[in-house]
């Protein structure tokens, strides 16, 4: 069964601080793994998105990496501000027939930063 | 680029009532997506159109949702009779087709309360 696991669940840090998330995926066939950031109310963001080759890809403060051996990524930010505050979720994609992809969701992380 | 453009940005209605969401993707993509997000769960999707062919649309409510994409650009979706159930988040997103395009561009969505 396709399945994208998010850990933690929500996450409280301070201003300044660094913070990594977890992402655990059993997807086949993989296509692509993404990262998307989601203020409430808001669409999803993409933050990065990693092929089967990549290890590890930035987009300024946030750093994503993937192990695809073991089926996990991780996502880095530094440097916390107030406007991470946020949730970030992990999308995995999936090779359908016809050139087709399908995307699945996890359940995402919701992080807090406080001053 | 204007982005994913959807409207309008919140909708109160009572149940029973129709209701109708808009979707302008970005100039070019060919593949068009109508999703429904639940309070703290990844969103789900309802319907993809390759130009104006629905290609996928095994989750969506026939019963009461349908959804359309004349000339293979905007997209409308539409709820008729809505039910206390049908309040979420409705994203609209669109892509390129082709091997090489790895990018989902999400609109901000729009919030449906049914009261």
Request: proline share 4%.
């Amino acid at each position: 069964k396709n399945q994208v696991e998010q850990s933690p669940q929500s996450l409280i840090i301070l201003e300044g601080k660094n913070c990594t998330l977890q992402c655990n995926y059993t997807v086949s066939p993989f296509s692509n793994l993404r990262w998307y950031k989601q203020d409430t109310g808001r669409g999803p963001v993409s933050l990065t998105i990693m092929t089967f080759s990549e290890n590890t890809k930035s987009n300024g403060r946030y750093t994503a990496t993937l192990d695809a051996d073991t089926k996990q990524s991780s996502l880095h930010i530094t440097a916390s501000q107030l406007s991470d505050s946020a949730s970030y979720i992990c999308v995995v994609s999936v090779s359908e027939a016809g050139n087709n992809r399908k995307l699945i969701w996890g359940l995402g992380t919701s992080l807090a930063v406080n001053p | 680029e204007a982005g994913v453009v959807q409207s309008p940005r919140y909708k109160i209605i009572e149940k029973k009532q129709p209701v109708a969401f808009w979707c302008n993707p970005i100039s070019g993509h060919n593949t068009l997506y109508w999703y429904r997000q639940n309070l703290g769960q990844g969103p789900e999707l309802l319907i993809r159109y390759e130009n104006e062919e629905a290609v996928d649309d095994s989750q969506l409510p026939k019963d009461r949702f349908s959804a359309e994409r004349l000339k293979g650009v905007d997209s409308t979706l539409k709820i008729q009779p809505a039910k206390l159930g049908d309040s979420a988040v409705y994203l609209c997103a669109s892509s390129s087709t082709g091997a090489s395009n790895y990018g989902y561009t999400f609109g901000s969505g729009t919030r449906l309360t049914v009261v």
